[in-house]
T-cell receptor
């Protein structure tokens, strides 16, 4: 079974600073995907960034980047130039099994960006 | 990206009544949809996988007679909470995948906040 662990229940960062959210996972699958989702106060789940396990290159999306360490089963999210709108719950998730497979979520990290 | 619409956004019902939540894929066909439950300040827990034209697959511990799922068309799945009780109060979220695109990418509805009084 797959598991996803987020060990930081809450974090805070000053506006314009950089913050890193941690995530580790466990899987026996060889082909899987990893995600970071953002859930703002509206509670709409928003995809922040994805990483295919077979790709060695770390994914980046503007201010968001990941540090994917496959051997260590680590998948951290770095947010650069933090903005007030980044305040949200962040969930790390894994997926395998194609269209039938579901997402396995971590417990989440509540990020607060302070002015 | 693809759009998933969930309705209603919030509902209050009396204990003992049933409530239906709809999840629609607006611009794509979804053979599989997923229903999650989220308690306050907690993560999303998968309740069931809804498959068009067949019975849903429920996760362990989820009462299938209490949480009825119907996926009658390629664009609509419904979750009915039967004989609701206050402990069923929660936030329910659905998601679906657009098979025209990346099979790993899930699109989420905006969620339904259910309060049973």
């Amino acid at each position: 079974a797959q598991t996803v662990t987020q060990s930081q229940p809450e974090m805070s960062v000053q506006e314009a600073e950089t913050v890193t959210l941690s995530c580790t996972y466990d899987t026996s699958e060889s082909n899987y995907y990893l995600f970071w989702y953002k859930q703002p106060p509206s509670r709409q789940m928003i995809l922040v960034i994805r990483q295919e396990a077979y790709k060695q290159q770390n994914a980046t999306e503007n201010r968001f980047s990941v540090n994917f360490q496959k051997a260590a089963k680590s998948f951290s999210l770095k947010i650069s130039d933090s903005q007030l709108g980044d305040t949200a719950m962040y969930f790390c998730a894994s997926h395998y099994g194609g269209s039938q497979g579901n997402l396995i979520f971590g417990k989440g990290t509540k990020l607060s960006v302070k002015p | 990206g693809a759009v998933v619409s969930q309705h209603p956004s919030w509902v209050i019902c009396k204990s003992g009544t049933s409530v239906k939540i709809e999840c629609r894929s607006l611009d794509f066909q979804a053979t599989t949809m997923f229903w999650y439950r989220q308690f306050p300040k907690q993560s999303l827990m998968l309740m069931a996988t809804s498959n068009e034209g067949s019975k849903a697959t429920y996760e362990q511990g989820v009462e299938k007679d209490k949480f009825l799922i119907n996926h009658a068309s390629l664009t609509l799945s419904t979750l009915t909470v039967t004989s609701a009780h206050p402990e069923d109060s929660s936030f329910y979220i659905c998601s679906a995948r657009d098979l025209r695109g990346r099979v790993d990418e899930a699109f989420f509805g905006q969620g339904t906040r259910l309060t049973v009084v």
